[in-house]
């Protein structure tokens, strides 16, 4: 009978490779992935069966000793249509967890 292997706790090094063929989310390349912030839709519609809604962002600046605001666009999204309805979905089981820790807090 082969002796058993002897079991240490080791550091593991894994090298991802892109793209990755373990499935699950890759850290590579969603390590260069922006983070989107937006104040207001600017526009939304559809055409050809993609839909396309532009994110602005409100900006203030000093400008001779008063403040100025503008509006600059910081995404335009683009998916089909079973991306927004998993979009719709996402926003709302977010806004049912907004509901339940208000409910939380006023108890």
């Known amino acids: 009978m082969a002796a058993k292997?002897?079991?240490?706790?080791?550091?593991?090094?894994i090298t991802e490779q892109v793209p990755s063929i373990q499935g699950g989310l890759s850290g590579m390349a969603s390590a260069n992935a922006p983070l989107i912030f937006f104040d207001e839709i600017h526009a939304a519609g559809h055409y050809n069966g993609i839909v396309h809604i532009t994110l602005e962002a409100l900006r203030f600046t000093g400008v001779g000793g008063g403040m100025v605001n503008d509006r600059v666009v910081t995404a335009h999204l683009r998916m089909n249509v079973q991306a927004l309805?998993?979009?719709?979905?996402?926003?709302?089981?977010?806004e049912q967890e907004i509901r339940k820790a208000a409910n939380v807090t006023k108890h």
């Open 5 to 13: 292997p002897r079991t240490t706790l080791q550091a593991v090094r």
């Open 85 to 94: 309805v998993a979009l719709k979905q996402a926003v709302a089981n977010i």
